[in-house]
């Protein structure tokens, strides 16, 4: 990968610049890049339940830590070995949940590059946070699911090649509220085309596009999909959910690694070729100690994100869920700290399109809040610290007497 990445990647990122992002036009090299990378054994590096027949190469999550950091310093990267979210959480759902037709019919074309999907959980009515509040509804009629709805920040959603959405609603038999709160949403298949979806507009996020996968508002009225578009059973919405959002996490975390990786290179170079005051600005003290501060906090990131890779390759997602966590939070505030840094040390410059700083920011600015804000996090992590079997008064720890 690394090879790979240094040889026929890395150098076409102006091109790729020049294409995407100035004339808002497909990078034409992609197929071609696309070709290469699959010959090479590249491609779907990020299923580590890859069937045999399907198209790739079948890695653990901890073998795909280590691609996801070289690709994370890219944004772009990630599309050449078909790895890019959110198609990648997708197909492991579809991996999971899929019946052999569906996966014929929207898995299929996904593993080959052939389109690309979204994910479409948060509406812009209700706190999406808590997912129990996902409103749009999902009603039984018939041999077919009647969708109606709006959905925000479908990232992909808004690319010219996305032909499904995997949406999240209220399932019609179980919607009474009595019905416990986890077990009233489904998924289902939506193709972008279907009478009724509409693509209100592309969302930015902090002033950017995101050129991978535009984030598209969709509204959803009186759609039509039949009832074989339905994921799982009626009512396993959250369970399906689960299953997507443990690798969508993790991998925004390992891609974060390398980005943080390689704002650290950019502090060191530019610091050591500019020169304020007399002396070249790498010799501050201020600067050193950010530069090593940002070592620091990106090693212990990267470590337990290797340990949750590591976990989730050994005891699945249910072992590995209080990890997951733990580098949901960590790795975007180290991310977030570091970039901060890193713009700080450029100057003017770290903040324009010529640099990819601001990137990063918004990056790690973005993962705080998307699959789950922090606060959200931090408290499935504090519910999960059990107390220890003393009171503080009994507590062999404690040597002096508190009563009696
Ligand atoms: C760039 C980007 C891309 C995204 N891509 C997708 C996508 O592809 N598909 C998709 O469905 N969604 C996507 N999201 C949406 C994201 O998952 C939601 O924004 C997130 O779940 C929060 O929901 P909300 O925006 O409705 O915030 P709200 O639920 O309104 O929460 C707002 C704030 O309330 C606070 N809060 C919430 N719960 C608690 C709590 N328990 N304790 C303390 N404070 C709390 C937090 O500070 C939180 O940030 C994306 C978001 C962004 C920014």
Known sequence: MQAFFDTYVLPRNREWHDHVVKRDEAAPFMRELQSKARAQGLWNLGLPELAPGEPGTRLSNLEYAGCCEILGRL???????????????????LQNCANP???KRWLAPLLEAQTRSCFAMTEPDVASSDATNIATTIDKQGGNYVINGRKWFSTGAAHPRCTQIMLMGVTGAVKDKATDRTRRHSIVMVPMDAPGVR????VRWMGCRDHVAPIGEIEFTDV???LENRLGEEGDGFKIAQVRLGPARVHHCMRQIGLAG????LMVARAAERKAFGRAIIEYDTLQRWIAESRVELEQAKLITLKCAWLLDRQGHHGAWREVSLVKVAVPNMLQRVADRTIQVFGAMGGTDDAPIHYALSYARLMRIGDGPDEVHLRQIFRMEAPPIWKIDYSPYITYPMSG
Not at 75 to 93: G, H, K, L, R, S
Not at 199 to 202: D, G, H, I, Q, S
Not at 262 to 265: F, G, S, V
């Open 262 to 265: 390689l704002m650290i290179e």
């Open 199 to 202: 693509l209100a507009r592309e």
């Open 75 to 93: 944004a772009w990267a990630p599309e050449a070995f078909n790895c890019q979210a959110p198609d990648v959480p997708n197909m492991i759902t």
């Open 224 to 226: 039509r999909v039949p």
């Open 101 to 103: 037709d569906q996966k």
